[in-house]
C-alpha cells in the first residue's frame, strides 16, 4: 500500500470500493464521527484509534475462528491508513474505511457526521449507508 487513499463519495470512490475484494472475500467496514470531539480525546487521532480499537472489538464477538486472521489483517491495514488521514484532513466531520485484508484500503472523507456514532461490519458486501448519508467530503476526490 503506498498510503491512505482518502476519497470523496461519488461515482469514481464508489466504483473503487465496488472493487475492492474479489468475490466471497470478506471487507472490513467501519464508519465513525469526527465531529465533535469527545471532551475526553487527547486529538482526532487518538479519538480515531479508539473507534478503530471499539469496532475490532466488536467484531471479533461476530466472527468464526477462520476469520479471525482476516480481521486482525484488516484492522491493522485500516490503522494505518485512517491515522494518516485524520491527521491530514482538514474539515472531515466522519470517515468511513474499508479494508480486505489483502493490503487493499479506502479511506472516505465524510462532510457531515454520519447518522450513527460508530458502525462496522466484516462481510461479504462494504456497508454503503454511511457514504450514502455522509455525502462527499472535502478537497475533491484524490488518490495519494
Known amino acids: 500500500m503506498n498510503g491512505p487513499r ?3 463519495v461519488g461515482p469514481v470512490g464508489l466504483r473503487r ?4 475484494a474479489p468475490p466471497g ?7 465513525f464521527g469526527l465531529d465533535p470531539e469527545p471532551p475526553g480525546a487527547a486529538t482526532r487521532v487518538d479519538y480515531a484509534r479508539g ?7 466488536m467484531l471479533e464477538h461476530e466472527v468464526i475462528e477462520e476469520e479471525e486472521t482476516a480481521l486482525h489483517a484488516a484492522v491493522r491495514e485500516l490503522r494505518e491508513a485512517v491515522v494518516p488521514a485524520v491527521e491530514t484532513g482538514r474539515g472531515l466531520r466522519g470517515v468511513a474505511a474499508y479494508a480486505d485484508g489483502e493490503g487493499d484500503v479506502l479511506v472516505f472523507g465524510l462532510r457531515t457526521p454520519p447518522a450513527r456514532p460508530l458502525q462496522a461490519a466484516f462481510r461479504e458486501e462494504p456497508l454503503l449507508e454511511p457514504l450514502l448519508e455522509g455525502g462527499p467530503g472535502p478537497g475533491g476526490e484524490s488518490s495519494s
Open 6 to 8: 482518502v476519497l470523496e
Open 17 to 20: 470500493l465496488e472493487r475492492l
Open 25 to 31: 472475500a470478506l471487507v472490513l467496514s467501519v464508519c
Open 51 to 57: 473507534r478503530l480499537d471499539e469496532a475490532a472489538r
